[in-house]
């Protein structure tokens, strides 16, 4: 072979290597699927059309630093960032599903972003109880990463409650829930961007005005003023307290009301508390006493 040939031949092996590169790298698909569950309403409920993160504001890169997205085969969810290893989110959206592609420290999915993080998995483990697409029960699933994630400027971890929290209601907490869902009923696709919305945790008794026996113990619902809420595309990510500069998960966003997002119907959301003793169990995730 020739000097001539074999710079050709290098040449080629090069091309070949970044075409095979272009072609495992994941493209955000445009029809992407957004998941979320819906609850009936029982008879009478108590609505108001409300407008409904639909109605809230969009988040600056970093303000929400645990929030991952998930792109689960044709489907779309949000999760949380709980440590280095793990990442928690609703089992509705890993159901059925076997590799899972993580945004981490994103706000603009399709922008490029320095720093974002985006790790495939296929360590996906939901919950042993949740089979009921009626009440939602154990609606919660974790995601392993492939890699151990470092704390940076848009990537954190967010706190889980203690075990000395499992008795509290968190009833008239104000909190935030964040997600590239849809911003409207009217809307197809998920938001391009982050968003957030401020909402209020109320009572279960309240909530079961709106969805009666589906409200269990284990599940938190929330209001916010002029019918603000989650919706198609939020699924699995974080509810949160804000404490000064950290955040405190204590929801996994799990259903809207099947009237839409917009009914003025409260939305619910996983009880953290009601599964710190299942996450520690399956990644070691030490919880605060």
Not at 11 to 39: D, Q, S, T
Request: hydrophobic fraction near 40%; charge should be negative; include cysteine.
């Amino acid at each position: 072979m020739t000097t001539g040939d074999a710079g050709l031949a290098l040449v080629l092996a090069c091309l070949l290597a970044a075409g095979a590169a272009a072609a495992n790298e994941f493209k955000i698909p445009r029809n992407v699927r957004h998941k979320m569950a819906y609850m009936p309403l029982v008879d009478d409920a108590p609505l108001s059309p409300l407008p409904a993160i639909t109605n809230g504001q969009r988040a600056a890169r970093g303000q929400f630093p645990h929030q991952v997205a998930l792109f689960l085969g044709a489907s779309f969810c949000g999760g949380s960032l709980i440590s280095a290893s793990w990442i928690l989110t609703a089992a509705h959206c890993t159901v059925g599903t076997t590799t899972a592609t993580a945004y981490i420290g994103s706000q603009n999915l399709y922008a490029a972003e320095p720093g974002k993080l985006t790790p495939v998995s296929r360590t996906i483990i939901e919950h042993e109880g949740y089979n009921d697409p009626v009440f939602l029960a154990n609606d919660v699933a974790l995601i392993r990463i492939v890699f151990r994630v470092a704390v940076g400027s848009f990537v954190g971890f967010v706190n889980l409650p203690s075990f000395s929290h499992i008795s509290e209601s968190f009833t008239s907490q104000s909190v935030q829930v964040s997600g590239w869902g849809r911003t409207s009923d009217t809307i197809p696709g998920i938001s391009e961007e982050l968003n957030y919305v401020d909402l209020e945790v109320i009572s279960n008794e309240r909530c079961a005005t709106f969805y009666g026996e589906s409200i269990l113990n284990s599940t938190l619902c929330a209001h916010g003023d002029g019918g603000r809420s989650t919706c198609s595309g939020d699924s699995g990510g974080p509810l949160v307290v804000r404490y000064e500069n950290t955040f405190t998960q204590i929801g996994v966003v799990s259903f809207v009301s099947r009237a839409g997002c917009t009914s003025g119907a409260p939305s619910g959301y996983a009880r953290v508390t009601a599964f710190l003793g299942w996450i520690q169990q399956h990644t070691s995730v030490p919880i605060r006493l």
